[in-house]
Protein backbone atom coordinates (compact mmCIF):
# COMPACT_ATOMS: atom_id res chain seq x y z
CA UNK A 1 0.00 0.00 0.00
CA UNK A 2 1.52 3.50 -1.01
CA UNK A 3 2.40 6.09 1.90
CA UNK A 4 0.84 8.83 0.73
CA UNK A 5 -2.99 7.64 -1.10
CA UNK A 6 -4.47 10.40 -3.01
CA UNK A 7 -8.45 10.32 -4.61
CA UNK A 8 -7.20 13.61 -6.74
CA UNK A 9 -7.82 12.93 -10.54
CA UNK A 10 -8.86 9.54 -10.35
CA UNK A 11 -12.37 8.28 -11.09
CA UNK A 12 -15.47 7.42 -8.86
CA UNK A 13 -18.24 5.42 -10.06
CA UNK A 14 -21.56 6.38 -8.71
CA UNK A 15 -23.81 3.01 -8.61
CA UNK A 16 -27.30 3.16 -9.35
CA UNK A 17 -30.26 4.30 -11.44
CA UNK A 18 -32.13 6.45 -9.26
CA UNK A 19 -30.26 9.98 -9.75
CA UNK A 20 -28.53 10.16 -6.84
CA UNK A 21 -25.55 11.42 -8.69
CA UNK A 22 -27.20 14.91 -8.94
CA UNK A 23 -26.28 15.14 -5.33
CA UNK A 24 -23.42 13.05 -4.92
CA UNK A 25 -21.43 13.96 -7.46
CA UNK A 26 -20.84 18.05 -7.39
CA UNK A 27 -19.68 17.21 -3.23
CA UNK A 28 -17.31 14.17 -4.14
CA UNK A 29 -15.84 16.39 -7.41
CA UNK A 30 -14.96 19.87 -5.40
CA UNK A 31 -13.98 17.77 -2.19
CA UNK A 32 -12.03 14.84 -3.44
CA UNK A 33 -10.91 16.33 -7.02
CA UNK A 34 -12.19 13.45 -8.47
CA UNK A 35 -14.01 13.02 -11.82
CA UNK A 36 -17.55 11.00 -11.41
CA UNK A 37 -19.29 8.85 -13.59
CA UNK A 38 -22.69 7.03 -13.30
CA UNK A 39 -23.51 2.93 -14.45
CA UNK A 40 -27.49 3.26 -14.11
CA UNK A 41 -27.25 -0.13 -16.48
CA UNK A 42 -26.31 -1.83 -13.78
CA UNK A 43 -29.63 -2.94 -12.19
CA UNK A 44 -29.14 -2.19 -8.24
CA UNK A 45 -33.32 -3.18 -7.59
CA UNK A 46 -32.12 -6.66 -8.42
CA UNK A 47 -30.86 -6.37 -4.90
CA UNK A 48 -34.08 -5.38 -3.54
CA UNK A 49 -37.39 -2.67 -3.62
CA UNK A 50 -38.76 -0.34 -1.28
CA UNK A 51 -42.15 -1.40 -2.77
CA UNK A 52 -41.44 -4.70 -2.27
CA UNK A 53 -41.56 -6.34 -5.37
CA UNK A 54 -38.04 -8.16 -5.01
CA UNK A 55 -37.49 -8.56 -1.21
CA UNK A 56 -34.38 -7.20 0.88
CA UNK A 57 -32.46 -10.46 1.79
CA UNK A 58 -29.10 -8.45 3.20
CA UNK A 59 -28.12 -6.61 5.59
CA UNK A 60 -27.30 -2.69 4.35
CA UNK A 61 -23.40 -3.43 4.40
CA UNK A 62 -24.11 -6.22 2.57
CA UNK A 63 -26.20 -4.74 -0.17
CA UNK A 64 -24.07 -2.28 -0.29
CA UNK A 65 -20.57 -3.97 -1.01
CA UNK A 66 -22.30 -6.26 -3.83
CA UNK A 67 -23.71 -2.88 -5.80
CA UNK A 68 -19.97 -1.88 -5.40
CA UNK A 69 -18.78 -5.33 -6.66
CA UNK A 70 -21.33 -5.33 -9.40
CA UNK A 71 -19.61 -1.96 -10.64
CA UNK A 72 -16.03 -3.15 -10.22
CA UNK A 73 -16.40 -5.93 -12.36
CA UNK A 74 -16.79 -3.39 -15.00
CA UNK A 75 -14.79 -0.54 -14.09
CA UNK A 76 -11.89 -2.04 -11.60
CA UNK A 77 -9.48 -0.54 -9.49
CA UNK A 78 -12.07 2.67 -9.41
CA UNK A 79 -13.34 4.44 -6.69
CA UNK A 80 -17.08 2.90 -6.47
CA UNK A 81 -19.73 4.62 -4.19
CA UNK A 82 -23.02 3.04 -3.22
CA UNK A 83 -25.99 4.69 -0.91
CA UNK A 84 -29.00 2.65 0.52
CA UNK A 85 -31.91 4.06 2.55
CA UNK A 86 -34.62 2.41 4.45
CA UNK A 87 -37.66 3.82 6.06
CA UNK A 88 -39.84 3.12 9.39
CA UNK A 89 -40.23 4.11 13.00
CA UNK A 90 -37.43 5.95 14.51
CA UNK A 91 -35.58 3.42 17.12
CA UNK A 92 -35.89 6.17 19.88
CA UNK A 93 -38.27 9.26 18.61
CA UNK A 94 -42.23 7.80 19.77
CA UNK A 95 -44.47 7.70 16.90
CA UNK A 96 -42.32 9.49 14.64
CA UNK A 97 -41.01 7.78 11.17
CA UNK A 98 -37.22 8.04 10.28
CA UNK A 99 -34.80 7.49 7.01
CA UNK A 100 -32.23 5.75 7.32
CA UNK A 101 -29.04 6.67 4.84
CA UNK A 102 -26.28 4.77 4.50
CA UNK A 103 -23.46 5.60 2.28
CA UNK A 104 -20.12 3.08 0.92
CA UNK A 105 -17.23 4.00 -0.45
CA UNK A 106 -14.92 1.57 -1.59
CA UNK A 107 -11.48 2.15 -3.07
CA UNK A 108 -10.46 -1.14 -5.07
CA UNK A 109 -7.07 0.26 -5.74
CA UNK A 110 -5.96 0.65 -1.98
CA UNK A 111 -8.29 -2.15 -1.04
CA UNK A 112 -10.20 1.28 1.53
CA UNK A 113 -13.66 0.95 2.87
CA UNK A 114 -15.47 4.63 4.20
CA UNK A 115 -18.54 4.78 5.57
CA UNK A 116 -21.00 7.46 6.67
CA UNK A 117 -24.91 7.54 7.85
CA UNK A 118 -27.58 9.51 9.02
CA UNK A 119 -30.28 8.65 10.91
CA UNK A 120 -33.24 11.31 10.99
CA UNK A 121 -37.00 12.08 10.75
CA UNK A 122 -36.63 14.40 7.87
CA UNK A 123 -38.82 12.38 5.91
CA UNK A 124 -42.07 12.26 3.93
CA UNK A 125 -42.48 8.26 4.79
CA UNK A 126 -46.15 7.15 5.03
CA UNK A 127 -48.66 4.65 3.81
CA UNK A 128 -52.10 3.37 4.48
CA UNK A 129 -55.13 1.98 3.47
CA UNK A 130 -57.51 4.68 1.66
CA UNK A 131 -61.39 3.74 0.99
CA UNK A 132 -62.18 7.26 -0.33
CA UNK A 133 -61.08 9.99 -2.27
CA UNK A 134 -61.34 12.30 0.79
CA UNK A 135 -58.71 9.98 2.37
CA UNK A 136 -56.80 10.00 -1.08
CA UNK A 137 -56.12 13.49 -1.13
CA UNK A 138 -55.62 14.12 2.40
CA UNK A 139 -52.55 11.67 2.58
CA UNK A 140 -51.09 13.15 -0.97
CA UNK A 141 -51.41 16.63 0.72
CA UNK A 142 -49.31 15.58 3.99
CA UNK A 143 -46.90 13.45 1.47
CA UNK A 144 -45.80 17.03 -0.56
CA UNK A 145 -47.55 15.49 -3.54
CA UNK A 146 -47.01 16.18 -6.53
CA UNK A 147 -43.53 17.74 -5.82
CA UNK A 148 -43.00 13.79 -3.96
CA UNK A 149 -44.63 11.23 -6.01
CA UNK A 150 -46.79 8.15 -4.70
CA UNK A 151 -47.47 4.85 -5.46
CA UNK A 152 -50.89 3.29 -5.67
CA UNK A 153 -51.70 -0.44 -4.91
CA UNK A 154 -54.36 -3.16 -4.28
CA UNK A 155 -53.50 -3.73 -1.10
CA UNK A 156 -50.45 -3.41 1.15
CA UNK A 157 -48.99 -6.87 0.30
CA UNK A 158 -50.26 -7.21 -3.33
CA UNK A 159 -47.53 -6.02 -5.98
CA UNK A 160 -49.27 -7.42 -9.15
CA UNK A 161 -51.97 -4.24 -9.22
CA UNK A 162 -49.20 -1.54 -8.53
CA UNK A 163 -47.98 2.06 -10.26
CA UNK A 164 -45.61 3.57 -9.32
CA UNK A 165 -43.89 7.15 -9.54
CA UNK A 166 -47.45 8.83 -9.84
CA UNK A 167 -46.74 12.79 -9.95
CA UNK A 168 -50.03 14.01 -11.17
CA UNK A 169 -53.77 14.54 -9.47
CA UNK A 170 -55.43 13.21 -12.43
CA UNK A 171 -53.50 10.11 -12.40
CA UNK A 172 -53.79 9.67 -8.84
CA UNK A 173 -57.24 9.69 -8.88
CA UNK A 174 -57.86 7.88 -12.14
CA UNK A 175 -55.61 5.06 -10.50
CA UNK A 176 -57.26 4.90 -7.63
CA UNK A 177 -60.99 5.11 -9.13
CA UNK A 178 -60.00 1.47 -10.79
CA UNK A 179 -58.13 0.11 -7.70
CA UNK A 180 -62.10 0.76 -5.63
CA UNK A 181 -63.54 0.13 -8.74
CA UNK A 182 -61.90 -3.77 -9.21
CA UNK A 183 -61.12 -4.36 -5.42
CA UNK A 184 -63.05 -1.67 -3.09
CA UNK A 185 -60.51 0.02 -1.78
CA UNK A 186 -55.97 0.83 -2.66
CA UNK A 187 -52.98 0.89 -0.53
CA UNK A 188 -51.28 4.10 -1.16
CA UNK A 189 -47.96 5.24 -0.15
CA UNK A 190 -44.94 7.22 -0.61
CA UNK A 191 -42.14 6.83 -3.30
CA UNK A 192 -38.96 6.43 -1.81
CA UNK A 193 -36.96 5.94 -4.62
CA UNK A 194 -34.30 9.08 -4.87
CA UNK A 195 -35.26 10.55 -7.96
CA UNK A 196 -39.24 10.51 -6.93
CA UNK A 197 -38.12 12.05 -3.49
CA UNK A 198 -36.41 15.42 -3.18
CA UNK A 199 -36.88 15.34 0.96
CA UNK A 200 -35.09 12.08 0.95
CA UNK A 201 -32.53 13.37 -2.15
CA UNK A 202 -31.65 16.14 -0.06
CA UNK A 203 -30.42 13.83 2.94
CA UNK A 204 -28.41 11.62 0.42
CA UNK A 205 -26.78 14.63 -0.04
CA UNK A 206 -26.08 15.45 3.57
CA UNK A 207 -24.59 12.03 3.91
CA UNK A 208 -22.34 12.40 0.74
CA UNK A 209 -20.72 15.34 2.37
CA UNK A 210 -19.99 13.48 5.58
CA UNK A 211 -18.56 10.67 3.58
CA UNK A 212 -16.23 13.16 1.44
CA UNK A 213 -15.40 14.46 4.93
CA UNK A 214 -14.25 11.44 6.03
CA UNK A 215 -11.78 10.31 3.28
CA UNK A 216 -11.02 14.07 3.18
CA UNK A 217 -9.62 13.59 6.42
CA UNK A 218 -6.09 12.69 6.92
CA UNK A 219 -4.28 11.01 10.47
CA UNK A 220 -1.95 13.62 11.17
CA UNK A 221 0.59 10.53 12.38
CA UNK A 222 0.23 8.70 9.13
CA UNK A 223 -1.50 10.58 6.84
CA UNK A 224 -3.52 7.88 6.15
CA UNK A 225 -6.99 8.91 5.17
CA UNK A 226 -10.33 8.42 6.80
CA UNK A 227 -9.22 9.85 10.15
CA UNK A 228 -13.30 9.97 11.58
CA UNK A 229 -14.85 9.79 14.91
CA UNK A 230 -15.09 5.88 15.63
CA UNK A 231 -16.53 6.30 18.94
CA UNK A 232 -17.71 8.63 21.62
CA UNK A 233 -17.26 8.84 25.73
CA UNK A 234 -20.27 10.03 27.91
CA UNK A 235 -19.52 12.10 30.71
CA UNK A 236 -20.46 15.80 30.75
CA UNK A 237 -20.65 16.59 34.11
CA UNK A 238 -23.82 18.15 35.89
CA UNK A 239 -23.51 21.85 36.13
CA UNK A 240 -25.17 21.89 39.27
CA UNK A 241 -23.68 18.58 41.21
CA UNK A 242 -20.81 17.81 38.78
CA UNK A 243 -21.82 13.91 38.49
CA UNK A 244 -20.83 12.61 35.10
CA UNK A 245 -24.22 12.46 32.75
CA UNK A 246 -24.77 9.64 29.84
CA UNK A 247 -24.40 13.09 28.11
CA UNK A 248 -21.40 12.95 25.43
CA UNK A 249 -18.17 14.73 27.00
CA UNK A 250 -15.74 13.72 24.29
CA UNK A 251 -16.20 12.30 20.35
CA UNK A 252 -12.92 9.91 19.57
CA UNK A 253 -11.40 10.08 16.17
CA UNK A 254 -9.23 7.25 15.77
CA UNK A 255 -6.87 5.89 12.64
CA UNK A 256 -8.18 2.67 10.95
CA UNK A 257 -4.53 2.47 9.51
CA UNK A 258 -2.23 3.11 12.58
CA UNK A 259 -4.36 3.09 15.53
CA UNK A 260 -3.56 6.91 16.29
CA UNK A 261 -6.85 8.54 18.20
CA UNK A 262 -7.30 11.96 19.55
CA UNK A 263 -10.19 13.46 21.27
CA UNK A 264 -12.95 16.35 19.72
CA UNK A 265 -15.26 18.36 21.28
CA UNK A 266 -19.23 16.95 20.50
CA UNK A 267 -21.19 19.37 18.57
CA UNK A 268 -23.33 20.32 21.35
CA UNK A 269 -20.88 22.51 23.05
CA UNK A 270 -21.73 22.22 26.31
CA UNK A 271 -19.39 22.43 28.89
CA UNK A 272 -21.52 20.99 31.78
CA UNK A 273 -25.11 19.35 31.82
CA UNK A 274 -28.32 20.92 32.35
CA UNK A 275 -29.32 18.89 36.12
CA UNK A 276 -32.73 17.65 34.19
CA UNK A 277 -30.70 15.22 32.39
CA UNK A 278 -28.63 14.06 36.09
CA UNK A 279 -29.63 10.90 37.62
CA UNK A 280 -28.23 12.14 40.61
CA UNK A 281 -30.30 15.97 40.70
CA UNK A 282 -33.36 14.22 38.80
CA UNK A 283 -33.09 10.58 39.37
Same mark, same amino acid.
Given at each position: ???????????????????? *? /? +????????????????????????????????? /?? !???? @???????????????????????????????????????? +???????? !??? *?????????????????????? !????????????????????????????????????????????? /??????????? $?????????????????? *??????? !??????? @?????? +???????????????????????????????????????????? *? $??????????
Amino acid at each position: MPEQISFAGRTMVIVGKHKK *E /R +VIAPIMEKVLGVTCITVPEIDTDLLGTFSGEIE /RT !NDVI @TTLRKKCDLAAEKYPGHLIVASEGSFGMHPVVPLAHADDE +VMLCVDYT !NQL *EFFARKLTTVTNFNAQEIHSVK !NLMHFAIKAQFPQHALILRRSKTDNTHITKGIQDETTLREVYQQL /RARFGQAYIET $DMRALFNPTRMKVIGEVA *EELAGKM !NSRCPVC @THPGFS +VQDAVSGLPCGLCGTPTQTTQHLVLRCTHCGHSALKAPLHGKKV *E $DPQFCDFCNP
